[in-house]
T-cell receptor, first 114, second 114 residues
Framework: AQSVSQHNHHVILSEAASLELGCNYS??????LFWYVQYPGQHLQLLLKYFSGDPLVKGIKGFEAEFIKSKFSFNLRKPSVQWSDTAEYFCAVTLTGGYQKVTFGTGTKLQVIP | GAGVSQTPSNKVTEKGKYVELRCDPI?????LYWYRQSLGQGPEFLIY????????DSGLPNDRFFAVRPEGSVSTLKIQRTERGDSAVYLCASSKGGDGTEAFFGQGTRLTVV
């Protein structure tokens, strides 16, 4: 079965700092990869997704992620964070060719200090 | 509706009681998913419906858990003989179905078993 590892559980940054959240998945087949965000008091929202093609994926609010197949990684990046980026971020994976039984990582709580 | 709606938003029940959690998906979405999120964890897959049928119920933890979607729209997650360990946020998501489609999540039902 596939699994997802997020190594950073809690990250604290000052505004304008750069962000990189690590995500590694475990599965030998072809996968689809996602980052979801959950702002305080809100539901999970899709931030970006990779299905195929360019391994550098750009999402909403200036976020991007790079799929590195050889490293089984899909790290999330943002060059300059804002206080409004304070949220919990979940990396997730599904298998290709079927429905979205999504396997989530444990999440990373990002706190941005003004 | 505009988004996935889950009711109630909060439910407190006594150990041993029966509870029902409701999910109203986005209109026209054929795929519906239930997840459970415990404190400090990412969402954990429970069950997936394609239309009226449960296509994958491999995530249901035991036979106290059951879900239905009789008309292919609203779904109810039913938990019998609740235990304190069932306390979690229960998330519902829906999508148009098929590979590559985004799943939209509801706000969740926070279940507390006392």
């Amino acid at each position: 079965a596939q699994s997802v590892s997020q190594h950073n559980h809690h990250v604290i940054l000052s505004e304008a700092a750069s962000l990189e959240l690590g995500c590694n998945y475990s599965y030998g087949g072809t996968v689809n990869l996602f980052w979801y965000v959950q702002y305080p008091g809100q539901h999970l929202q899709l931030l970006l997704k990779y299905f195929s093609g360019d391994p550098l994926v750009k999402g909403i609010k200036g976020f991007e992620a790079e799929f590195i197949k050889s490293k089984f990684s899909f790290n999330l990046r943002k060059p300059s964070v804002q206080w409004s980026d304070t949220a919990e971020y979940f990396c997730a994976v599904t298998l290709t060719g079927g429905y979205q039984k999504v396997t989530f990582g444990t999440g990373t709580k990002l706190q941005v200090i003004p | 509706g505009a988004g996935v709606s889950q009711t109630p938003s909060n439910k407190v029940t006594e150990k041993g009681k029966y509870v029902e959690l409701r999910c109203d998906p986005i209109s026209g979405h054929t795929a519906l998913y239930w997840y459970r999120q415990s404190l400090g964890q990412g969402p954990e897959f429970l069950i997936y419906f394609q239309g009226t049928g449960a296509a994958d119920d491999s995530g249901l933890p035991n036979d106290r858990f059951f879900a239905v979607r009789p008309e292919g729209s609203v779904s109810t997650l039913k938990i019998q003989r609740t235990e304190r360990g069932d306390s979690a946020v229960y998330l519902c998501a829906s999508s148009k179905g098929g590979d590559g489609t985004e799943a939209f999540f509801g706000q969740g039902t926070r279940l507390t078993v006392v």
